[in-house]
């Protein structure tokens, strides 16, 4: 019963069923992270998985990596000192018993109650706060203190017996019931989680028992609060809150299914590589290099303070740093002004100086949900102040504005990509046989999602004589057989925020976000959210083409229907590469300090102007000023960007191309397994050293001023 809707007292205003968000932000980023290494420690001393098991989050229980500056970085995000730190933790080469399984999770459990039960005796005192009267709690800290003033340490601890009750078999069950059906739905494609929903839900009345306790002292203990709540609304009161329980079990189950589609997908482009690489090797590839997660302070406009929780996961940097790597920070930017936006990231940025998590040689982040070029100008002054020396600083995140470095073509770049893919694919005779489709002209598509990567790709698709048909937003879709007028959807979004309200002849609307997804069309363009496409929705896919813009718009088993139905299904990680490979392009062009084509546009415009005069002087004829112009003209930074964008994508589609026909497997198996292969070969020429294993602990093998480039290198004077 995290929030009080649906309470029986009635005059309560809805926003103060948010008071505890600070709270939250402990119980949901904190408190998960802390039970999956005790799930972890518990998993190990029984046996119970593999060392690549990841349970509530992505990597919790398996194996750290020592990192330079002297802690050990787990694969849970917990940081490791001291004695156990600098234990060697075994790992077990296998699966262990159900049953065992499950004792974990409920020891596991169990312990989480001590965290659990004050935090969560703070946040329903705040929430339970009458907005008509006088605030008795000001804040997440003078509720605490209060209540400690008050009740002492066993006052926090009150509603302790109601919550190990709730905890202990909800947690063994969590994980019981998850890995045992894991284990009995053998088919791949199978979507899991909806037990974690009911499994909530069944618990639901220990839930209600624990906050009743906590929000009120007239019970003296577990058993008269239960009777009391029998007395006064049956086994149905038992239940209030239901709802939101459930609805609050879905961010989880959809982080935990992502994940889990990501790796059905990897283990079967892996059988099909048969001998050729290790197990360890591949499941080397299959772990996270490094992870970190840590917390900081941020202090609110009403001088409120809140943790803020950020995270840094690299993946694997075998080649270059601007691959391989996820980031973010756990806050909704609508709810903070642009002032203390720039404090969190700034401090994000920080943090990550401080553990040697970014940097030129190190990782380059990129701009992604939520953020843009503002932000990544923020992350690279902060950067640039903390290594003020550093020659090649400018190059420690790629996304930003062109003044301060950024490239031109970046910020299209992922719409292109998508745009230079779908017209590859189309090009492949087996694919026109297919889908009856034989180029972008005159093809009819529908987009879902209108922000930065499906809006630029409209843009491509309609300059290059394809139709908009349907363009889906959170609120509203709009739909046009004849095609909408793509460049006035643009400016009425940017100016609105939305797409209601839009007005053009021909144009309906439709408030269903999802219904731009069952349009009829040729191309469906999901670059929205992660799982769009489900088994619900799957056969109402009316698209001979689906291109996935988004991370993760098609579960498993939407995406074997699909498969079925005969559509074809271009996969996120070939289809929107192309923002990835600009900023490669970037950071390439920050190391080199100077601008494509600079050095060679003039040489270029001379060299074909020669070349029309020598023609002109042969056949006689003087061209227009207008054609010499265009044909003499030097390639710009932009030109050689999308020269470079299109040279990559055609490749890499020849590629997945190629391998699909070859091992007779759909074109995300090939992608997979095409992304696969190159990664293990790097893999077996890299040195070997135990406990430095990573780049970063490679790093330990050279000097530490051979790190970076600074102004007083010799190697950059000489």
């Known amino acids: 019963m995290d929030y009080c809707i649906g309470s029986k007292d009635r005059h309560w205003d809805q926003r ?27 998993g190990r001393h029984y046996q119970l998985f593999e060392w690549h098991c990841r349970w509530y989050i992505p990597g919790a229980g398996g194996p750290s990596i020592r990192h330079p500056q002297g802690v050990t970085i787990g694969h849970n995000g917990l940081l490791l000192v001291g004695a156990a730190a600098d234990a060697e933790w075994p790992i077990p080469k296998r699966r262990g018993l159900l049953c065992q399984l499950t004792m974990a999770g409920s020891m596991a459990g169990s312990v989480m109650a001590f965290a659990n039960c004050p935090i969560e005796l703070l946040k329903v005192r705040l929430q339970i706060q009458d907005p008509s009267r006088p605030r008795i709690y000001t804040s997440i800290f003078d509720c605490a203190q209060k209540s400690y003033a008050a009740h002492g340490l066993k006052g926090l601890y009150r509603g302790f017996t109601a919550t190990v009750m709730r905890d202990i078999p909800s947690f063994a069950g969590y994980f019981g019931l998850y890995e045992g059906m894991k284990m009995m739905l053998k088919s791949e494609g199978k979507e899991l989680g909806h037990f974690d929903l009911l499994l ?13 306790m906590q929000s009120s002292a007239h019970y003296p203990n577990t058993y008269e609060c239960a009777v009391s709540i029998y007395r006064d609304g049956g086994i149905r009161a038992f239940f209030r809150g239901f709802g939101p329980t459930m609805l609050r079990a879905f961010p ?69 740093p601007t691959k391989g790597a996820k980031g973010g920070i756990s806050i909704d930017p609508a709810e903070w002004d642009p002032v203390r936006l720039e404090r969190i990231t700034r401090r994000y940025t920080l943090e990550l100086c401080q553990k040697n998590f970014i940097g030129p040689a190190i990782d380059v982040p990129a701009p992604d949900m939520g953020t843009g070029q503002r932000e990544m100008s923020w992350i690279q002054d902060t950067y640039r102040q903390f290594y003020p020396h550093e020659v090649d600083g400018i190059g420690c995140v790629t996304g930003k504005p062109v003044n301060q470095g950024g490239v031109r073509g970046r910020t299209e770049a992922t719409g292109l990509g998508v745009y230079y893919t779908v017209r590859e694919f189309l090009k492949f005779p087996e694919i026109q046989r297919k889908t009856g489709i034989s180029g972008i002209k005159g093809a009819r598509i529908a987009i879902q999602g209108f922000g930065n990567v499906g809006a630029w790709a409209a843009h491509f698709f309609s300059e290059n004589g394809a ?42 609307h439709n408030a269903d976000p999802k219904a731009v997804l069952e349009a009829e069309c040729d191309i469906l363009i999901p670059a929205a959210m992660e799982h769009q496409i489900t088994m619900e929705n799957a056969h109402l896919i009316r698209a001979k083409m689906v291109a996935e813009a988004a991370n993760g718009p098609t579960t498993p088993s939407a995406d074997r229907k699909l498969h079925e139905d005969g559509i074809i299904v271009l996969p996120d990680m070939l289809t929107n590469a192309g923002g ?32 029309l005069d020598l023609i002109e002087a042969s056949v006689g004829t003087k061209f227009e000023e207008q054609v010499r112009r265009i044909v003499g003209e030097g390639a710009s930074e932009q030109q050689i960007v999308y020269s470079g964008l299109e040279d990559t994508m055609i490749n890499a589609c020849a590629e997945v191309r190629g391998v699909a026909m070859e091992k007779n497997v759909d074109i995300r198996t090939a992608a997979m397994y095409a992304a696969i292969v190159k990664v293990a070969d790097c893999l077996k020429l890299e040195i ?31």
């Open 16 to 42: 103060w069923a948010l008071k505890s968000t600070g709270v939250k932000i402990i119980s949901a980023n904190y408190i998960p992270k802390f039970h999956a290494g005790l799930l972890g420690n518990v």
């Open 200 to 212: 909530a839900g069944g618990l639901a009345g220990f839930d209600v028992i624990k906050s009743r």
């Open 252 to 320: 989880a189950n959809a982080a935990t299914l992502f994940f889990e589609s990501v790796e059905l997908y990897y283990n079967r482009a892996t059988k099909l590589l048969g001998d050729r690489f290790s197990a360890a090797t591949l499941d080397h590839i299959r772990a996270p290099d490094t992870s970190l997660s840590f917390t900081f302070p941020i202090e609110r406009a009403d001088g409120s303070t809140e943790i803020i929780t950020g995270y840094r996961v690299h993946h694997s940097r075998h080649r270059t």
């Open 467 to 508: 139709k908009i048909v349907a363009i889906g937003e959170r609120d509203s879709c709009l739909f046009n057989s004849e095609g909408l007028n793509v460049k006035a959807v643009s400016e009425y979004f940017l100016q609105k925020g939305t797409l209601s309200g839009f007005e053009s002849l021909g144009t309906a």
């Open 580 to 611: 990835v490979c600009v900023s490669y392009f970037e950071w390439l062009k920050n190391l080199s300090h100077v601008r494509f084509g600079r050095l060679s546009k003039r040489w270029e415009e001379s060299s074909k102007g020669h070349m």
């Open 688 to 718: 070997f050293v135990p406990g430095l294993s990573s780049p970063q602990g490679r790093n330990l093998l050279r000097p530490a001023c051979q790190s970076r480039r600074t102004t007083s290198d010799r190697s950059f004077h000489g």
